[in-house]
C-alpha cells in the first residue's frame, strides 16, 4: 500500500486518473450512447425513421448496456474486466462510425445496442478502476467528479448537434466519431489497470468480510423502486430533445446531472440516503410532470434542469445503498443495475408505441410519473424492513 497521497504531485496524479475517467464518461456515455438523443428530431426529419423504429433503438441502447452488465456481473478476473474495458472504448468509437454507413434500421439497432453495451465501460468498469485505485493509495474514494463526467457528456452530445445543424444526419455521426476519436487515447491510457486485491479480512482474523447481509424482500422492494426511476430516466433521457425541441434543454440537463452528481452526496451526508432518494423521486415526478403538458421557454428549462440534477443522484445513492448492504457489493450493485437496466429497455419502447398510437407523448410521460409514484411507495415499504 502505498502512502496516503500528499503534495502537488500526487494530486496532480489523482486530477490525471479522474480526467481519464472523465473521458471514459464522455466517451462512453456522452457520445457513443447519448448522442441519439439530439441526433433522433433529424433521423426522423431526414430519413425513413418511425417514432415507432426510434423508440426501439432508444430500447436497443439500453438492452445493450444491459446485457453488458449481465456479462460483468459473472466475470472476477481483473485481467478479463480490464479487457473488456478496452474493448468497450474501441466500440464506443466504432458505433458512431456505422450509424452513417447506411438507412438502415437493423444496422442501427445493432450499432446502439453495442453503442450501449460499451456505456458499462465507463459508467461501471471506469468507476471500479478509479476506485480501486484510490483506495488502495489511501485517497479519499468519495467518486462524484467521475460521475459529473456523465453530466458533461450529455451536455458535450448537445453542444457538438447544435455546432453542426448544416450537416445531414450521416454527417453529423461522422462528426461524432471523429469526436470519439479523439477522446479515445485519454481513456486508453489514463484509467488505470485493475490490480489484483487479498481478499478483505475482519476485525476477527477470518477471511470474510462483515458487511450487514439485506434480506432478499428489502432487495426486491428497493430494486422494484429503482427499476420505476430506471423507466422514468430512459423515457426523459431518449426523447426530451423530440419532446421540446432543442438541444439546449438537453446541455442544459446534462450540466444540471453534473451539478447533481456532487449536491446528491452532499445532501446524503446531511439528511442521510433514503430521504434524498426520497426527495429526488419527487423531484424527477414532477420534471417528467411538465414536460406532459405545453408550457413556457423557462418552464421547459427548470423541467431540463430538475430531471438532470436527480436522475444520477438517484443511481450513485442506489447503487451505494446496494453494496454496504451486501455481502458482496459488487454482485449486488450488478443486480441492482440489471433492475434499473430493466426499466431502462421498457421506458423508451412503450413510449415510442403510445406516440405512435396517440400522436403526442403525454400519456407515456404521465405513465412514467406514475410507475416513479408507485416507486416512492415501494421505497419507503422497503426502508420499513432497513
Not at 462483515?210 to 430512459?234: H, I, Q, V
Not at 396517440?358 to 410519473?369: E, H, K, N, Q
Request: glycine share 12%; hydrophobic share 55%.
Amino acid at each position: 500500500m502505498e502512502q496516503a497521497m500528499t503534495g502537488s504531485g500526487r494530486r496532480r496524479t489523482v486530477a490525471m486518473v479522474f480526467a481519464g475517467g472523465i473521458a471514459a464518461q464522455l466517451l462512453t456515455i456522452g457520445i457513443a450512447r447519448f448522442s441519439f438523443t439530439p441526433l433522433l428530431p433529424v433521423m426522423l426529419e431526414q430519413t425513413a425513421l418511425s417514432p415507432v423504429t426510434g423508440g426501439l433503438l432508444g430500447g436497443a441502447i439500453y438492452a445493450g448496456y444491459l446485457a453488458a452488465t449481465l456479462l460483468l456481473s459473472l466475470v472476477r478476473a481483473p485481467a478479463t474486466r480490464w479487457a473488456l474495458y478496452r474493448a468497450g472504448i474501441v466500440l464506443a468509437v466504432l458505433t458512431c462510425f456505422t450509424m452513417a454507413i447506411a438507412e438502415n434500421s437493423f444496422l442501427w439497432a445493432i450499432s446502439r445496442f453495442l453503442a450501449g453495451a460499451s456505456g458499462a465501460a465507463g459508467m461501471l468498469l471506469a468507476s471500479e478502476f478509479l476506485l480501486g485505485w484510490l483506495t488502495a493509495r489511501g485517497g479519499s474514494r468519495d467518486l462524484a467528479p467521475h460521475f459529473a463526467g456523465l453530466g458533461l457528456g450529455i451536455s458535450l452530445s448537445g453542444v457538438v448537434a447544435l455546432m453542426i445543424p448544416e450537416l445531414r444526419w450521416d454527417g453529423q455521426w461522422l462528426a461524432f466519431g471523429a469526436l470519439a476519436l479523439v477522446l479515445a487515447p485519454a481513456c486508453w491510457l489514463l484509467v488505470p489497470a485493475p490490480a489484483p486485491r487479498p481478499a478483505p479480512t475482519r476485525a476477527d482474523g477470518t477471511g470474510q468480510p462483515k458487511r450487514p447481509a439485506s434480506s432478499a424482500a428489502w432487495f426486491w422492494l428497493f430494486g422494484l423502486a429503482y427499476l420505476t426511476a430506471g423507466w422514468g430516466y430512459a423515457v426523459g433521457a431518449t426523447f426530451y430533445v423530440s419532446i421540446l425541441g432543442s438541444n439546449m434543454f438537453w446541455i442544459l440537463l446534462g450540466l444540471a446531472c453534473s451539478a447533481g452528481a456532487i449536491a446528491g452526496s452532499a445532501f446524503a451526508r446531511r439528511f442521510g440516503a433514503h430521504l434524498t432518494l426520497t426527495g429526488c423521486y419527487v423531484v424527477q415526478i414532477v420534471a417528467l410532470a411538465m414536460l406532459a403538458v405545453p408550457m413556457a421557454e423557462s418552464l421547459a428549462l427548470l423541467s431540463a434542469a430538475l430531471f438532470g440534477g436527480t436522475f444520477i443522484a438517484i443511481v450513485s445513492l442506489s447503487l451505494a445503498e446496494a453494496g454496504i448492504r451486501a455481502a458482496e457489493p459488487g454482485r449486488a450493485m450488478a443486480r441492482m443495475t440489471l433492475m434499473y437496466g430493466i426499466g431502462q429497455v421498457g421506458g423508451p419502447l412503450v413510449t415510442g408505441a403510445l406516440r405512435s398510437v396517440t400522436g403526442s407523448y403525454t400519456l407515456p410521460l404521465l405513465l412514467a410519473a406514475l410507475l416513479m409514484a408507485l416507486g416512492i411507495v415501494v421505497l419507503f415499504l422497503s426502508r420499513r424492513l432497513s
